[in-house]
């Protein structure tokens, strides 16, 4: 057991019930392991001190009441020094009054108001004819190549740019650069050996796609750049104010990073689901109208996002614990999503699972914008998979990245039985 402090109240609070186990550790090989963890803390421990191990001591907060309570009290729980783990720090994070996703209430809803302009009705109705074709053609081409591909990247990391690049109006030429950007960004972590090189890409692939942003945005004000949503974002309309140059640019880069990282990751870890499960697949095939249910199933069952963070901005109770101002407080959804006082057979990945009131998309001022839009893709890829395959099967080793932040395959090779 370990204390972090002398006082005798502090002390009680702040024992950290897994000494051994470093959450900021990205080694994929610990996966599986999380899990188990997780379910044996939740009963006593939905929210614990982790101590100092490879980074300074922070709340884990894995239960699904308490991760509900931090992302809906945005007044105690502040998103202004950072969205990862990584990032967080003491003071306040750079792009914080200028980008939705490290903003608090109240200016938080002047750029949310921006931002979700872009989600408002029709908007993604208008955009699902076209990511379901750009899905059927990608499938259709995986059967003529034989059935056999690296899921993750024939599939999985090009739905998601193509229905961004949709939405931000990008030039389709440039789709590929920027799935190759934003599939960096997340890949850090604390380890030995690689940890510095991955948190430099990181740190340069997020300047690249800001010099990006920053120059479609001079584009489209000299009007030679099409009608880009970062310029859209700039210009405001009678409903909302334009933004400034940095917070079009900011909010460009959140929207893409956000939109893409994600969804990419979703998509990998539903398939992997149905290679885990082919009596899914069949049950999907026999009842494609489950394909909705299934979908936030996936979602709850293997949530891409793995921690967000926060900082309390006064002392505060949280599942008996007393957090003090200034303590980093880090959410968990992907063990909020199993918490077993809330979802029945919690490990069960179940079609028809309903209500399922899983918090993969976040809650409250934060909760994510793109959810319809993952929402399409998501369904698009499924309901087109079952059309056009009868079956999928393992064609190699899964290999999850390298990330505490992100839940996803790097690579996942499979074999599609094409339907005759
Ligand atoms: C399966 C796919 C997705 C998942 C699991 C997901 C999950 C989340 C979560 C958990 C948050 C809350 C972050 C926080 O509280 O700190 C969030 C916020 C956000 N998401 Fe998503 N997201 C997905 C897809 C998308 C898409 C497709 C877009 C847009 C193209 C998008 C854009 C955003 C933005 C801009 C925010 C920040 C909102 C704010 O701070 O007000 N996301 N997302």
Known sequence: MTT?????????????????????????????????????????????????????????????????????????????????????????????????????????????????????????TGLTPAIDQYVRKL????????????????????????AAGLLLGLPLDDLEWITSRTSQVFLSGQDAGTSDDLRAAAEQANGELLGYFAKLLRRGRRGDGGDSLVHRLAVGTADRDGLTTGEAVLNALNLAIGGTTTTRSALTNLTHGLTRFPQVFQALRDEPSAVPTAVEEAVRWAN???????????????????????????????????????????????????????????????????????????????????????????AGPAELLRSNFLHGYAHLPVRFTPAS
């Not at 059967?143 to 998601?160: C, H, L, N, Q, S």
């Not at 809330?342 to 993969?360: L, M, T």
């Open 4 to 124: 972090t402090n002398g006082s005798p109240g502090r002390a009680l609070h702040r024992t950290d019930p897994i000494p051994d186990i470093d959450l900021v550790d990205p080694d994929p090989a610990r996966t599986a392991a999380l899990d188990q963890v997780f379910t044996d803390l939740r009963p006593e421990h939905p929210v614990f001190w982790h101590g100092r191990k490879s980074r300074p001591g922070f709340w884990a907060v894995i239960g699904h009441a308490g991760t509900v309570q931090v992302y809906r009290d945005a007044a105690t729980f502040s998103a202004t020094h950072g969205m990862t783990m990584d990032s967080l720090r003491p003071d306040q994070d750079p792009a914080s009054g200028m980008m939705v996703e490290v903003t608090d209430p109240p200016e938080h809803r002047r750029l949310r108001r921006s931002v979700g302009a872009f989600f408002a009705d029709g908007v993604v």
């Open 139 to 162: 499938l259709t081409e995986v059967r003529d190549r034989g059935g056999t591909v690296d899921f993750a990247e024939a599939v999985a990391a090009k739905v998601p740019t193509h």
């Open 304 to 394: 891409p996002v793995r921690h967000l963070a926060r900082v309390a901005t006064r002392d505060v109770e949280l599942a008996g614990r007393r957090i003090r101002a200034g303590d980093p407080v880090l959410v968990w959804p992907r063990s909020a999503n199993r918490d077993e006082t809330v979802f029945a057979r919690p490990h069960h990945f179940d079609i028809h699972r309903r209500p399922n009131p899983h918090i993969g998309f976040a809650a409250g001022p934060h909760s994510c914008p793109g959810t319809g839009l993952a929402r399409v893709q998501l369904r698009a890829v499924l309901g087109h998979m079952l059309e056009i395959f009868t079956g999928v099967e393992p």
